[in-house]
């Protein structure tokens, strides 16, 4: 079985620009997570999808963020435009919405944003 | 709003020695897990605990969820060099929502 997979697993930006962050989750799995680590501080919560509904988006910091799953599968999420204080670590996790390790939250390996 | 904490930031050891972290919520939780992320890596799940005073335990790891189920706490046995990364609680509220503690780095002097 594969695990969560992230593109790009680094990005280096010019304040300003536009990045796209993709996530892939495990096959099968309706819940979807972003989360944020920024300078190796705490793992913050962005916004959580439950196939292709967005279940609860209180932690996006603001609109130049959007996240998107379209069709239930994969997701994105966008920043647009970047800002300096946008960078670290954006992770995205996937889990089961039923059985016993219905809570348990795989994570992909991270893409590592980087706002010049 | 809801916070979930842990104490301490960092933690140096030498190898063989004791090491806990304590986790604690704001609110009671309906259940608690514990992740750890290797330097460079992601955060790996390590277990889920339900029950209120549950404790469960993996080789050298010890877990435990208190009778409030508000806090937590993990406890390694005679640290080895592998057990070094950090260690994240994250606790489930009533509203479904998962919160993360800021984490505690392990370093273990050989």
């Known amino acids: 079985e594969a695990g969560v997979t992230q593109f790009p697993s680094h990005s280096v930006i010019e304040k300003g620009q536009t990045v796209t962050l993709r996530c892939d989750p495990i096959?099968?799995?309706?819940?979807l997570y972003w989360y944020r680590r920024v300078m190796g501080k705490e793992i913050k919560f962005l916004l959580h999808?439950?196939?292709?509904?967005?279940?609860?988006e209180s932690g996006m910091p603001n609109n130049r963020f959007l996240a998107e799953r379209t069709g239930g599968t994969y997701s994105t999420l966008k920043v647009q435009p970047a800002e300096l204080e946008d960078s670290g670590v954006y992770f995205c996790?996937?889990?089961?919405?039923?059985?016993?390790?219905?809570?348990?939250?795989?994570f992909g390996a991270g893409t590592r944003l980087s706002v010049l | 709003g809801q916070q979930v904490m842990q104490i301490p930031q960092y933690q140096h050891v030498q190898e063989g020695e004791d090491f806990t972290t304590y986790c604690n919520s704001s609110t009671t939780l309906s259940n608690i897990q514990w992740y750890k992320q290797r330097p460079g890596g992601h955060p790996v799940f390590l277990i889920q605990?339900?029950?209120?005073?549950e404790v469960k335990k993996q080789k050298r790891l010890t877990f435990q969820f208190g009778e409030a189920k508000k806090n937590s706490s993990l406890h390694i046995t005679a640290t080895q060099t592998t057990d070094v990364g950090t260690y994240f609680c994250?606790?489930?509220?009533?509203?479904?929502?998962?919160?993360f503690g800021p984490g505690t780095s392990l370093s273990v002097i050989p």
């Open positions: 996790a996937s889990s089961r919405t039923g059985g016993e390790a219905k809570n348990i939250q795989y």
């Open positions: 096959s099968g799995h309706d819940n």
């Open positions: 605990l339900v029950k209120s005073g």
């Open positions: 994250a606790g489930k509220t009533s509203y479904d929502k998962v919160i």
């Open positions: 999808f439950v196939k292709e509904s967005k279940q609860d």
